[in-house]
């Protein structure tokens, strides 16, 4: 039997047992399983650094059929442990295409899961919460699979950060991606200069910021603040990026130690998704993790100060608590649950949003917060 349509086997910790068919990387792999209800964007969703160490399931029934090609990657490689679909198809059609979605799973050593009833499993996510489970192709024994789940290491206690993050800082000069004509625009010149520190930041933020007039350096996570704070005082940079990334805040020590001495050298921030997170952390406010997370592109959030709605792309399962109110603005807000989105606080020039306004994939309602941050810098 080919690789293709191989028999596949799932056990889930709550002790659902399911068989399927593979067509991706072959082996036996542990992860959490989360569900994503966006309807494209399969490509950079999978090469999305904050879904390390996570199965997606994607509610979009038919998936594979505009194939792969190189532009539309997020980082330099996918990330998560697997992706789970109803119908993967194998004959895919689009001018951009370079390859398969099942070549490029097993290029890149991921599980691809398919004809199965996706449906049950986003019902029971929902009911039941954001699980670990385990995914192979050489083991069919439940019970085996069994006890090397619950010897496995959780999500919570794995710090993906140091997978993803880059090892080596560079300079990011690409601007934003023109989706009329697939070309990249031109660098427009830069008015303020900031880093980012990587925590597993996706391609189309950097090329959001430098669109928005900055130039922008990108250095690893094992970053230290009194390097950042020398340099902001001599007027080198202009302010610090926290990027997205994967995994339980909690675990980055190191990240929340050296966050919180940029807080008190008032050195101006702006933070998305997981660095949303690691602002609140440090200011003292504990994130908690929601029942089955936010990861879709179809999420409405309110704007505080316009009341205007913006439709949204997530992708988190953990978020800063209601409480944050004693130092910080709420600036927007989930509709579908009333959590919090966005954060301007009161003793530093600091701001954040939990979703992602550089999309890809998703609308592009909420790009403005970029030159926002540009603003603030300027101020």
């Known amino acids: ?48 650094p904050s879904y390390a160490g996570q ?3 994607f ?16 980082s330099s490689a996918a990330h998560a442990k697997g992706m789970i679909v109803r119908k993967y198809q194998e004959r895919y059609s689009n001018f951009r ?27 029971m996510l929902r009911h039941e919460g954001a699980m670990m489970m385990i995914a192979s192709t050489q083991i069919s024994d439940k019970e085996e699979l069994k006890k090397i789940l619950e010897n496995s290491p959780r999500i919570e206690d794995v710090n993906y950060i140091e997978q993803v993050s880059t090892k080596t800082p560079y300079m990011h000069t690409q601007s934003v991606y023109n989706d009329r004509i697939f070309e990249y625009n031109v660098a427009p010149k830069p008015e303020a200069n900031i880093v980012v520190l990587d925590f597993g930041v996706k391609t189309n933020i950097l090329n959001e910021l430098v669109g928005a007039k900055m130039g922008v350096e990108v250095i690893p996570n094992n970053f230290r603040a009194q390097t950042l704070i020398d340099r902001y005082n001599k007027k080198e940079i202009d302010g610090v ?8 805040p909690l675990v980055l020590k ?24 690691l602002l609140s952390i440090a200011h003292g406010y504990d994130t908690y993790k929601l029942k089955f997370g936010h990861h879709g592109g179809n999420q409405p959030v309110k704007n505080i100060k316009t009341g205007l709605v913006e439709i949204t792309a997530q992708n988190h399962n953990y978020n800063v608590p209601q409480n944050i109110v004693e130092v910080a603005d709420v600036t927007h807000i989930n509709l579908f649950d009333n959590t919090i989105e966005g954060l301007r606080y009161k003793d530093a020039p600091v701001f954040s949003v939990q979703h992602h306004p550089e999309a890809s994939p998703g609308p592009k309602e909420s ?13």
């Open 55 to 57: 199965f997606v399931t």
């Open 241 to 248: 990026f926290l990027s997205n990334g994967p995994g339980d």
């Open 97 to 123: 295409a370079e390859g398969s979605l099942a070549d490029f799973l097993k290029e890149q050593n991921v599980m691809g899961i398919c004809d199965i009833d996706t449906r049950y499993i986003t019902k």
């Open 59 to 74: 509610t979009m029934p038919e998936i594979g059929n505009v194939g792969v090609n190189s532009q539309d990657m997020e």
């Open 367 to 379: 790009r403005y917060i970029f030159n926002e941050f540009l603003s603030l810098i300027k101020r």
């Open 254 to 277: 190191h990240e929340q130690e050296q966050i919180k001495k940029l807080i008190d050298a008032k050195v101006p921030m702006f933070g998305i998704c997981l660095g949303h997170q």
């Open 1 to 48: 039997m080919s690789d293709l349509k191989k028999k596949i086997w799932m056990y889930f910790e709550n002790g659902t047992f399911l068989e399927a068919k593979s067509f991706g990387a072959q082996g036996t792999v542990v992860g959490e399983i989360v569900f994503n209800v966006s309807m494209s964007g399969y490509q950079e969703i999978m090469s999305d």
